[in-house]
């Protein structure tokens, strides 16, 4: 939502994995990284860590990767805007996003 600037909604959630577990009182940090911007969809990938009070210390306990989809003010999916991928990181991991994307794609169709 913060790239589009609309409302997104979660069109599906691959890959949750969980690693660790938390417990009662840990302090958890959740980050998001918008791996590609589609025409109306969006790859975002989130990582769940565990963090200590007192050392700030941080271990992964869970991640997943999610596809949200902009909505028009009709509630119909909108563009997005484009994605400027501004390190080789960046960009390989938007290529990454695009091959999931078309396999599944490729996947559906074959369905
Ligand atoms: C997500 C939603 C808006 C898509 O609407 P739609 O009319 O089926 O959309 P379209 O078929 O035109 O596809 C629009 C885009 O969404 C993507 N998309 C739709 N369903 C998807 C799915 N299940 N997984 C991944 N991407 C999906 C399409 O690939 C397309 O991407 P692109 O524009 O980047 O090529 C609709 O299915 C919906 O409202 N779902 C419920 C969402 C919800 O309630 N979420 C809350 C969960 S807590």
């Known amino acids: ?11 599906r959630v691959d890959a949750l994995e ?6 009662v009182g840990d302090v958890v940090r ?7 911007a589609f025409t109306s969809s969006m790859e975002i990938a989130v990582r769940v860590e565990v963090e200590h009070a007192v ?14 989809v902009n909505l028009g003010d009709d ?8 994605l400027l991928a501004e390190t080789d990181d ?4 938007a290529a990454q ?3 999931r994307r ?6 559906e169709r074959s369905n």
């Not at 969980?18 to 417990?23: C, E, G, Q, S």
């Not at 959740?30 to 590609?36: G, Q, V």
């Not at 050392?55 to 949200?68: E, I, K, N, Q």
């Not at 509630?75 to 484009?82: E, I, L, Q, T």
Request: charged letters at 30%.
């Open 30 to 36: 959740l980050t998001a990284r918008l791996n590609a």
């Open 55 to 68: 050392t700030g210390a941080r271990s992964l306990c869970a991640d997943a990767r999610a596809t949200f």
């Open 18 to 23: 969980f690693k660790a577990p938390i417990k």
């Open 1 to 11: 939502m913060r790239h589009c600037g609309r409302v997104s909604v979660t069109a």
């Open 90 to 93: 960046d960009r390989r991991v």
């Open 102 to 107: 078309e396999r599944r794609r490729a996947a």
């Open 75 to 82: 509630g119909k999916p909108c563009r997005v805007p484009a």
């Open 97 to 99: 996003a695009a091959e």
